[in-house]
């Protein structure tokens, strides 16, 4: 493994934001070599590189290239996806805010080597403040002539633009957020047809995450070879990890895949205020699986490493919760997410949800009954599975892994016919300095 | 009568260039709506399904489906507070008590003055500078009550 003593994605230059700054440092020049290999090399190059998809889903990015047809008589397209709605997960505004080219230099050596004449970055619509940021960096690009007609002065011509979400965490599944760049409500559709075959208006269409896309620059800069040597052998690479919760220095940390999570909570984000234990970890955004506090020592964060514990790296979203959170009160509060979010196309998911979060109230209040563990568990277990997209499987897998983990926690609030009271929390347990 | 402004027109002119059909601008027009008029009001919804050639039906759908939408008018600053895991664990609900008792309505409710509508939202993608609320477009992160207190009164 090698040790990446600098940082590649958000490097601590300052005005790096900016063009003249960017090209000091080496910018676009990632481009200006990709523009001179054939299309199909770029793509290659990234495949040998086995970068994965940074959105959660951890999919070989250059095999997703690959997918897109090299003949089309339709437009083809890349979107790049900053819906960036995963609870935990803070992390592609770093990059629109500090090193907007990267992404937007990525984002073209993608379109040059799927031959895409239109890119659309879709960001959510809270990111008002960063989505200035991105166009006035796109905008500076174009004058520049790296976006737009000919880019570079080669035969190669596209065009960037944003799209501004308007509220809604299923916009970040890959069909939804076509859907909403058309206009509609953000559906998600069935797939197969997949997008490379049948996107944007029935158009070959790629969607990349903002995070991969950066790493696209380096890749091709720096070679697959020497970019495959960082971090864990089979997911590699620099990786934006979110730290919040209970630690004393929440934040973004670009790492290696493969660093240890307790060095990711003790050496880099601080440790736990007040020195208390660890009672629970979200290793991935909150629709990754629970970790207990006691099975984080050794635990690697990539894809592989999290495989055995049950869970998965997702968005690099790592929530802390120390030893006095009310962790019912947490699994109450995802569940309402989900049930909020779900787009009511699919009925195991919209009814599903709704009973999650009914259910979960019940132990929150100290109202359920015994066999309302094993109802939990059985809504969970069919909504899995069984929905066009990963947003029902996102709402039951913490709440399996809830059940599985802390089992405890729902026992000790079940109601007992004229035996002892239930434990009830007391109100606001869960505080930044409690 | 409901009606762009000539700047909100031209960058509908604008949009055209950028998308393969005109209902795909449904989004950035309501946005421009939106901006111009604070709210999304049926004639509104009218006037937009008209400039884009599509039924009214599409365009309340669209409203309807995203919640940064509003359907009905809100007060001059829209408090969206997240109370969403990473914020709840740094006492978001501190924060939402604090404001919804300072302002005395409760989440959901305008300010009699239309100064302040309070609202929870769902995560921002503010988990590393919680808790945090958004007013209008602007976050305000890394709140604390007293904090909050000083944001209320400077608001105006």
């Not at chain 1, 940074?54 to 999919?59: D, K, L, M, Q, V």
């Given at each position: 493994m090698t040790v990446l003593t600098d940082k590649l994605l958000l490097p601590d230059i300052p005005g790096l934001n900016r063009l003249d700054v960017y090209e000091q440092h080496g910018g676009y020049q990632a481009l200006r070599k990709a523009l001179t290999m054939k299309p199909e090399d770029v793509t290659q190059e990234v495949k040998k590189s086995n970068l994965r998809g940074?959105?959660?889903?951890?999919?070989p990015t250059g095999l997703k290239w690959s997918f897109?047809?090299?003949?089309?008589t339709m437009p083809k397209y890349l979107c790049a996806n900053g819906d960036e709605s995963e609870p935990g997960t803070f992390k592609d505004r770093q990059i629109f805010e500090f090193n907007p080219h990267l992404f937007i230099e990525g984002s073209l050596i993608a379109a040059y080597a799927m031959g895409v004449g239109t890119i659309y970055v879709y960001i959510r619509g809270e990111y008002a403040a960063w989505i200035t940021m991105l166009q006035s960096a796109i905008d500076a690009a174009y004058t520049k002539g790296y976006i737009g007609k000919s880019v570079m002065g080669s035969s190669f011509s596209t065009e960037m633009y944003i799209h501004r979400g308007a509220g809604a965490y299923i916009c970040g599944e890959e069909s939804a957020l076509m859907s909403s760049i058309e206009g509609m409500r953000g559906y998600p559709r069935v797939k197969p047809p997949f997008p490379a075959q049948y996107g944007l208006w029935g158009c070959p269409t790629t969607i990349n995450n903002i995070e991969t896309l950066a790493n696209v620059p380096i890749i091709i800069q720096r070679g697959a070879e020497w970019y495959s040597q960082i971090g864990a052998a089979k997911h590699p690479g620099p990786l934006l990890f979110g730290v919040s919760g209970h630690v004393n220095k929440p934040g973004v940390y670009e790492l290696p895949t493969g660093v240890l999570l307790t060095d990711l909570i003790y050496k880099h984000a601080g440790g736990v205020p007040g020195n208390k234990k660890i009672k629970a970890v979200i290793p991935g955004g909150s629709s990754t699986m629970w970790l207990r506090g006691d099975e984080i020592e050794g635990l690697r964060m990539d894809a592989e490493s999290l495989k055995p514990v049950g869970t998965s790296i997702g968005t690099g979203g790592v929530i802390v919760m120390d030893e006095d959170t009310d962790l019912m009160s947490v699994i109450t509060r995802i569940a309402h997410f989900y049930h909020h979010e779900s787009c009511g196309q699919c009925t195991p998911c919209r009814e599903g949800c709704g009973w999650l979060e009914k259910i979960l109230k019940r132990f929150s209040e100290a109202k359920a009954a015994a066999s309302d563990i094993d109802l939990l568990l059985d809504v969970a277990n069919n909504i899995e599975g069984n929905t066009i997209c990963a947003l029902g499987d996102a709402a039951a897998w913490p709440v399996q892994s809830f059940v599985r983990k802390f089992r405890d926690e729902l026992e000790r609030r079940i109601q007992q016919p004229g035996g002892e009271k239930p434990y009830v929390p007391p109100p606001h347990l869960v505080t930044a300095d409690s | 009568m409901v009606k762009f402004s000539d700047e909100a027109l031209r960058k509908i002119e604008e949009l055209k260039k950028r998308y393969q059909t005109k209902t795909a601008m449904t989004l950035p027009v309501l946005w421009l709506a939106q901006e111009q008029f604070g709210w999304i009001s049926d004639e509104t919804m009218k006037y937009v399904a008209g400039l884009l050639d599509v039924p009214v039906s599409h365009v309340y759908g669209v409203l309807s489906f995203y919640t940064m939408f509003n359907s009905k008018p809100v007060g001059k600053f829209h408090l969206q507070v997240c109370t969403n895991v990473s914020c709840m664990l740094r006492g978001s609900g501190q924060l939402l008590d604090r404001i919804c008792k300072k302002l005395n309505i409760a989440v959901g409710e305008t300010t009699p003055d239309k100064r302040f509508t309070v609202t929870e939202v769902e995560c921002l993608g503010s988990c590393g500078t919680a808790p945090m609320l958004q007013a209008n477009d602007k976050f305000y992160e890394n709140l604390t009550v007293e904090k909050i207190d000083h944001l209320l009164e400077n608001l105006k």
């Open positions: 940074r959105g959660g889903a951890c999919f897109m047809p090299k003949q089309s | -």
